[in-house]
């Protein structure tokens, strides 16, 4: 074993476990994120809105909810998906 190796600190080494983790979480989300908003899964979007895919405009435009609406929604879709 080297003497740089023998010398490592505790701090240095969570520093490089830290960017380690870090890169492998992100390189490991990207494929999910470049597949995310697949043709599909727009058309299908826009059909539960009610609206032709013609008739969407990306992004959508903002909308305020109600929070307890929200969450009762939530909860409801939580059960009836089985979580």
């Known amino acids: 074993m080297s003497d740089d190796m023998k010398h490592i600190s505790r701090k240095d080494f ?8 870090t890169g492998v979480a ?3 989300g990207m494929g ?4 995310a908003c697949s043709e599909e899964e727009m058309t299908e979007a826009a059909e539960q809105m009610g609206l032709a895919p013609e008739q969407v405009e990306y992004p959508v435009p903002y909308a305020r909810i109600d929070p307890d609406k929200a969450a ?7 059960k009836e998906k089985g979580g």
């Open 14 to 21: 969570l520093k490089k476990m830290g960017t380690t983790f």
């Open 26 to 28: 992100l390189l490991g």
């Open 32 to 35: 999910s994120i470049l597949t």
């Open 72 to 78: 009762e929604r939530a909860y409801k879709y939580y």
